[in-house]
């Protein structure tokens, strides 16, 4: 005779077992996101996460609290232009550097009655590979955005917000304003920020002051 399968009874609700307790090398995830810009100036909110539990379940966090980013633009944002166009105006100026010298060179060698066969085999890839170089070092050093929340900032270049490259948070170590300018020491870099070079410089200059004092800023709001 067939053998008859037993089915669990389904007993009472119980409390959490050890596995829904939170893991201490758990992986948190964002799970809401609002980002509104505005005259410039971006202001991300992070509401709440999830925390990854010993049997792989996802739980929200329920308290925790909310964190906003202030966000400014440079006026070397490339915003919505393409990658090519961002490219060309920053080979601009490298490739006139480097090929001024060469073509100098050349005329010079042609009023000898002199070769310059030289110049175009040897001298025109060269400017052009150090010209290539030179952009590249340029874009990945030029801000295009810093943002700061409480006790952190992080300042991304205009290669990275081209390649959409996360925001790497770093802690504040000092912060010296000017009528003039920002000094703004983060992680073991400190950047010159300059009104000519930022759109709302003095949000931003309040923002950097706010963010590295974050308990007076929270008592002057309160």
């Given amino acids: 005779m067939p053998r008859r399968r037993r089915t669990p009874r389904k007993g009472p609700a119980t409390a959490p077992s050890r596995n829904d307790e939170p893991n201490p090398k758990s992986l948190f995830l964002p799970w809401f996101r609002v980002s509104v810009a505005q005259n410039g100036v971006n202001f991300c909110v992070f509401a709440g996460q999830y925390r990854r539990t010993r049997t792989g379940h996802l739980l929200p966090l329920g308290t925790a609290s909310i964190d906003v980013a202030t966000v400014f633009e440079s006026t070397h944002h490339p915003k919505d232009e393409s990658w090519g166009l961002v490219y060309t105006r920053f080979l601009a100026r490298p490739l006139g550097v480097c090929t001024v010298p060469l073509m100098v060179g050349a005329t010079t060698s042609a009023l000898l009655e002199q070769p310059i066969w030289a110049y175009l085999v040897w001298g025109l890839p060269a400017a052009i590979a150090l010209a290539t170089v030179w952009t590249h070092f340029s874009m990945s050093r030029t801000p295009a955005e810093v943002g700061f ?38 992680g073991r870099t400190t950047y010159l920020l300059q009104p000519p070079q930022w759109h709302e410089f003095p949000a931003l ?17 309160a």
């Fill in 149 to 186: 929340r409480p006790g952190q900032a992080a300042v991304r270049s205009v290669y990275d917000v081209l390649v959409d490259h996360p925001w790497d948070w770093k802690p504040i170590f000092n912060v010296r304003t000017t009528s003039f300018d920002v000094e703004l020491a983060i």
């Fill in 205 to 221: 200059r309040t923002a950097a002051r706010e963010a590295f004092r974050p308990e007076a800023a929270a008592s002057s709001h």
